[in-house]
């Protein structure tokens, strides 16, 4: 599909020993206090085995064989187009043509930011789905993938709390306590607690089926 797929440094590493602290900062360009609690907890969080290693990439792998830029291109030309009809629709109804330029700016804006708010809806919601159509996709792999699933899911909320304390108040406005991102109106993606009971879930499926 034309994808490319970096893969993060760390998973070279194999133990915490091995990995260089002088190539990790966090925020505003500090080094982690290491000998905390939660500095060891960031480079237990660093550690993956094999599984999670090679589910985190079929994650990737799956996910860049959606159509996601076709299906974005899409909404983002029906969204403008939907604008432009709407605010072409109501200022002939009432005349608004005529009317002087800040009224006529104020439709269009509104009509404008109508069109966007719909269309991050819209978006949203279709990669929250990619999001869990590519998780399940690389569990059912093979043997192996969703136990490290799990692992790589649950180091990740593991890294972001660690980092939440790490990082102070700035940590609380990124990361929750439980370790998702911190969101406001949006769902960008998947959240990462969601993410690991749905892998839960598969676990516990695909073990039901295997004793029936």
């Known amino acids: 599909m034309g994808t490319i797929i970096g893969l993060p440094n760390h998973f070279n590493y194999n133990s915490k020993e091995e990995i260089d602290h002088s190539k990790i900062q966090i925020y505003n360009n500090s080094e982690p206090k290491w000998r905390s609690e ?3 907890e960031l480079l237990d969080s ?16 799956h996910s860049g064989t959606t159509s996601y830029i076709y299906v974005y291109g899409a909404l983002f030309s029906l969204s403008i187009s939907s604008s432009y009809c709407l605010g ?7 005349r608004i043509r005529l009317a002087r330029m800040p009224i006529r700016l104020m439709l269009y804006t509104l009509c404008g ?9 819209l978006k949203d919601s279709i990669t929250l789905y990619w999001d869990k159509y590519a998780d399940k996709m690389a569990a059912l792999t093979g043997n192996g993938y969703i136990e490290g699933g799990i692992e790589y899911y649950q180091k990740v909320l593991q890294r972001n709390r660690a980092l939440r304390h790490l990082m102070g108040n700035y940590g609380k406005k990124v ?4 370790g998702n991102d911190e969101l ?3 769902t960008p993606h998947l959240p990462y607690t969601n993410r690991l009971d749905f892998l839960h879930e598969l676990k516990a499926d695909k073990k039901l089926a295997e004793e029936q």
Not at 175 to 178: K, L, S
Request: glycine share 8%; net charge positive.
């Open 184 to 186: 406001l109106l949006r």
């Open 88 to 94: 072409s629709a109501l200022s002939t109804k009432y």
């Open 175 to 178: 990361y929750t306590a439980t």
């Open 113 to 121: 930011l109508l069109g966007f708010g719909v269309f991050i809806t």
């Open 46 to 61: 660093l550690i993956l085995s094999e599984n999670a290693q090679k589910f985190a990439i079929a994650r990737e792998i």
């Open 38 to 40: 939660a500095g060891q």
